[in-house]
């Protein structure tokens, strides 16, 4: 089970902010919540990750509801190139470090 | 960041035949590798757990005698599809664990495309 539900597919105009929403309504206390994205055709790449507090790189920011029930990513200024599978993952800093997909959000940046 | 390599990124065989990929993580050491499968137009499918110098720990409904894995090193792990047929056509995408300041962190190849005719 993916423990996430995410809608399949959004889309941006480019330079705009994209939100891409995730539900984790089962989320365990120690869980960590992970966003990678997928690229046509190429492995997935890490975005960013947290586990309560919301969280900034130079690729995105992770905003965590209070509940820690959902989280949406946000890429402040979309471009071409971000259009791909975004997925959210929740994962237990355990020792397997196994990170199981679901189905992710489709996102297209349009010009 | 780490890198992991794969290789071959693109393979065609024939029905029967062995296909041998490799995954390898370039500046790091990796105790831990992941083995994916992917479909067209669906998510990432979790087949294998790599650890080195031990057997890989298979998901369920993964054949191992079907699916080999080796993990001999810190920086190889391969993976063997044995007798391949059509229906093992997919993206294989392997990863790695970072150590280091990066550790916890997966790294993702680019992903080997079976063809299988």
């Known amino acids: 089970d993916a423990k996430t539900t995410q809608p399949p597919s959004m889309d941006c105009a480019e330079g705009r902010a994209a939100n891409l929403p995730c539900n984790h309504s089962?989320?365990?206390?120690?869980?960590?919540v992970y966003w990678y994205r997928q690229i046509h055709s190429q492995g997935p790449q890490y975005i960013i990750h947290?586990?309560?507090n919301n969280e900034t790189n130079e690729m995105a920011s992770l905003i965590i509801t209070e509940d820690r029930k959902s989280s949406t990513l946000i890429l402040p200024h979309a471009t071409l190139r971000d259009t791909a599978v975004y997925y959210c993952?929740?994962?237990?800093?355990?020792?397997?470090?196994?990170?199981?997909f679901g189905s992710g959000t489709r996102l297209l940046v349009r010009p | 960041g780490a890198v992991v390599s794969q290789h071959p990124s693109r393979v065609i065989c024939k029905s029967g035949t062995s296909v041998k990929i490799e995954c390898r993580s370039l500046?790091?050491?990796?105790?831990?590798m992941f083995w994916y499968r992917q479909f067209p137009k669906q998510s990432l499918m979790l087949m294998a757990t790599?650890?080195?110098?031990?057997?890989?720990?298979?998901e369920q409904g993964v054949e191992k005698d079907k699916f080999l894995i080796n993990h001999a090193s810190l920086t190889l792990s391969t993976l063997t599809v044995t007798s391949a047929h059509p229906e093992d056509s997919s993206f294989y995408i392997c990863?790695?664990?970072?150590?280091?300041?990066?550790?916890?962190?997966?790294?993702f190849g680019e992903g080997s495309r079976l063809t299988v005719l």
């Open positions: 790599s650890n080195e110098g031990s057997k890989a720990t298979y």
């Open positions: 089962t989320i365990s206390g120690n869980e960590y």
């Open positions: 990863s790695a664990r970072g150590g280091g300041r990066n550790t916890g962190e997966l790294f």
């Open positions: 500046d790091f050491q990796a105790t831990t």
């Open positions: 993952i929740v994962r237990v800093e355990d020792s397997s470090y196994k990170l199981i």
């Open positions: 947290g586990l309560k």
